[in-house]
């Protein structure tokens, strides 16, 4: 067995599991956030038990509509708070951060559990060694009734980066590459690990920006080898040297339409937005505000800054990263989705063009369904800022190394 199909055997009570066989498997944590969350509580109703599984380990996180966007997006907080009150459920609910980072600050799961959570960037969790399933509301439901969700084991790939990225490359500049390379839909319902010598070398917050997209990929579990134990036995490897790779953006309107740097640069935009659970963590700010720093943003680029967590954001006041944001000119929100989601704090018109650190930009997922998307690392989005347009790391300031 492979180092997920261990997982799947100890919590499925099991000696050994193979691809293609359906369990039952005990459950670690259950999370949903303020819009999968009502659905689920609705449908938690309508099963008649009375009280979920484990009251700490069922959490929701009020992170896509705070502060509440529409008086509807206040219903659903409402119908949280209510269901959280009764049933004893955990809650952050005052804009403590985005639902992925929360649930890794607060500690509420280790290596070798198995999470699952109404969400389909649940994935970031397998940055950390963990076995993170995303599902529908009403299949979360029943989680949070019993425990358990059944599972059939999936087939799992290995991807092997190895060597020594050049200055400029980023963990976002690596997860949209396989992207590119592989497809939106070149995983389906599969599970993939990430390895190898660059892999392992990253810092914990870039393995949790190429966790997150491994949904992306279509991989239905998402697992950054830990470096403690042998990977096993796997469907497929494939290799890639990370002197290859250079700095790329997805290209509207797919995750997967990846094209490198120096073929976009020169896009005129308008809009650029660093944050979300993807890049809004602490070192994603600090690169950016290294590029901003003593700069200014494009007078015809409104800039949004949208840190992860509540303790992202203090850090980033304490050493001075907000001060740097706002006189550069750029927007400073509370933690959160922010504009990710599309339902607040910077849509987008027909005609407006952005470049974000988030993970999809689909047609309508920033506001109108025309505007155009590119999905880049911190520092090119920072630079473009900086510029009015798609620009290479570099530009601005010199890379290092």
């Known amino acids: 067995m492979n180092i997920i199909e261990k997982i799947i055997a100890k919590k499925s009570n099991k000696e050994v599991v193979k691809v293609g066989e359906e369990l039952s498997v005990k459950v670690d944590l259950v999370i949903a956030h303020d819009v999968t969350g009502p659905i689920a509580v609705e449908q938690f109703n309508k099963i008649g ?77 397998g940055a950390y060694g963990v076995v993170a399933i995303p599902v529908g509301s009403t299949e979360m439901a029943a989680v949070m009734a ?14 092997n980066i190895d060597g020594e990225l050049s200055p400029g490359v980023y963990a976002k500049d690596i997860i949209l ?59 497929e490897t494939y290799c890639i040297n990370a002197s290859d790779l250079v700095p790329v953006a997805a290209c509207p309107s797919s995750p997967g339409n990846v094209k490198p740097i120096s073929e976009i640069k020169g896009q005129k ?39 992860a967590s509540k303790k992202i954001l203090d850090r980033m006041e304490e050493e001075g990263l907000t001060k740097i944001f706002r006189e550069s000119g750029a927007i400073v929100t509370n933690p959160g989705c922010g504009p990710c989601f599309g339902a607040h704090q910077g849509l987008l018109a027909k005609e407006d063009v952005a470049i974000s650190t988030t993970n999809r930009n689909f047609p309508g997922r920033m506001g109108h369904k025309e505007a155009k998307i590119y999905l880049a690392s911190p520092r090119t989005v920072a630079e473009s800022a900086v510029m009015g347009y798609i620009t290479s790391p570099g530009t601005v300031i010199p890379l290092e190394g």
């Open 49 to 125: 038990v009375k009280e979920v599984y484990d009251k700490e380990k069922v959490v929701f996180v009020l992170d896509h509509n705070i502060p509440c966007s529409s008086v509807d997006s206040r219903i659903q907080h409402r119908a949280i708070h209510e269901f959280c009150n009764e049933y004893g459920s955990k809650i952050y609910g005052r804009a403590e951060g985005v639902i992925h980072q929360i649930v890794h600050e607060e500690n509420l799961y280790k290596k070798g559990d198995i999470i699952v959570g109404a969400d389909s960037h649940t994935c970031t969790a």
């Open 177 to 235: 590459y396989v992207i590119g390379k592989f497809g939106t839909n070149g995983f389906i319902d599969k599970a993939v690990i990430f390895s190898g010598s660059t892999i392992l070398g990253l810092k914990n917050d870039e393995k949790m920006t190429i966790a997150n997209m491994m949904i992306e990929m279509g991989a239905m579990i998402g697992y950054i080898d830990q470096g403690e134990e042998e990977i096993g036995q796997v469907k």
């Open 269 to 307: 935009i308008n809009q650029a937005v660093i944050g979300s659970c993807t890049n809004g963590r602490y070192s994603d700010m600090k690169v950016a505000a290294e590029v901003l720093k003593g700069k200014k943003v494009d007078k015809g680029v409104n800039m949004i800054i949208v840190p």
């Open 146 to 159: 019993l425990g358990e969700i059944d599972l059939e084991v999936p087939e799992t790939y290995l991807i």
